[in-house]
């Protein structure tokens, strides 16, 4: 038999060989993804923010990959059951999950059984966008402000009722801080989603909520609803005249309600950079921009980073304001 003039370098060649065949067949799988439709899971009912934002992203994506993309709800919990659902689900790397703040902060310290790690179960492939809570009312209650709220549940005591989209929910979390801060009596009641919650103030069964602004937008701009106070850092584009949470004398209530995408866990590599390529080419087409900031979203694109870093930051006040809200989840 003849020898290899080469000897040394053959295991060598085969790691080279080797290395550049993954290479070709992950450049083939992400020019060839997707092979079938893409589907998001969102973690709330049709019709709320999450709903509303997910589809006009699920439309621009669809153009953009040239295949369908189709939006499925599935709701409860505060995102708790979708976020178990899709982490338990067979792996399927075209099957992506809208997050919200909650679903990856707020349930850790809300459900003693969550059904989901999010920083175990999920691969993340950046933020999509954000948007403030605004705090309405009734226009037949007679407070124009957090403070008159205040003082009408004072002295209305045990008569005084809000709604929100599920307990634990960024909307309960943030009443019962306020009750706690002004002092007041409150009564909690949960719907099961965002449009539910808000029906329920349109029909007087309760006299305010607090909750994402582009659902409730145009009912504030119809006079169906007054707006007393937005809870984002600055006050928002979309409604100028309305103050801050910390402008009307209550800063702990300030927050931001944020959405992202992420991905099962044992999606491939590759898939997750197309997918954030794809996310931030969109985010920053200006028609789309100005298409969220129309219905009161923000874009936020960036790195898969991005997300990991938000869902963290807001841990551990959140964790507080649980404890201070003695909320827990069903």
Excluded at 149 to 164: F, V, W
Excluded at 220 to 249: H, K, Y
Aim: aromatic share 8%; glycine share 8%.
């Amino acid at each position: 038999m003849t020898a290899h003039p080469f000897p040394r370098l053959r295991p060598a060649l085969k790691g080279f060989l080797l290395a550049l065949a993954l290479l070709a067949c992950g450049g083939v799988q992400a020019q060839s993804w997707p092979s079938r439709p893409v589907r998001i899971l969102v973690p709330y009912p049709a019709g709320g923010s999450t709903d509303i934002l997910t589809r006009l992203f699920a439309q621009r994506l669809s153009e953009s990959l040239s295949r369908p993309v189709v939006v499925e709800n599935r709701g409860g919990a505060s995102g708790g059951v979708a976020g178990s659902y899709f982490a338990k689900a067979a792996p399927d790397d075209c099957y992506f999950l809208v997050v919200s703040l909650p679903m990856m902060s707020v349930n850790l310290y809300l459900y003693p059984k969550l059904g989901y790690d999010p920083d175990a179960d999920f691969l993340p492939i950046g933020l999509i966008a954000q948007t403030p809570n605004v705090v309405v009312v009734s226009p037949s209650l007679p407070v124009r402000s957090l403070k008159e709220l205040a003082e009408y549940g004072k002295a209305h005591p045990g008569k005084l009722s809000y709604s929100s989209s599920s307990v634990g929910s960024a909307g309960h979390l943030l009443n019962e801080l306020f009750k706690a801060s002004a002092g007041i009596d409150l009564l909690h009641v949960p719907y099961r989603g965002n449009n539910p919650s808000m029906q329920a103030l349109l029909a007087g069964d309760v006299q305010f909520t607090t909750d994402n602004l582009p659902q409730l937008l145009p009912q504030i701009r119809t006079g169906r609803l007054r707006a007393l106070a937005v809870t984002s850092p600055a006050r928002w584009f979309q409604l100028p005249e309305v103050p801050t949470v910390a402008e009307s004398g209550y800063p702990g209530m300030t927050t931001t309600a944020w959405f992202g995408l992420v991905a099962q866990a044992k999606t491939p590599p590759d898939v997750i950079t197309r997918m954030n390529r794809e996310l931030v080419a969109i985010l920053k087409a200006p028609d789309f921009v100005a298409k969220l900031r129309e219905v009161s979203f923000e874009a936020l694109p960036g790195a898969p980073e991005d997300l990991v870093t938000a869902s963290r930051k807001e841990r551990e006040s959140w964790k507080k304001v649980v404890e201070i809200s003695g909320a827990k989840g069903e």
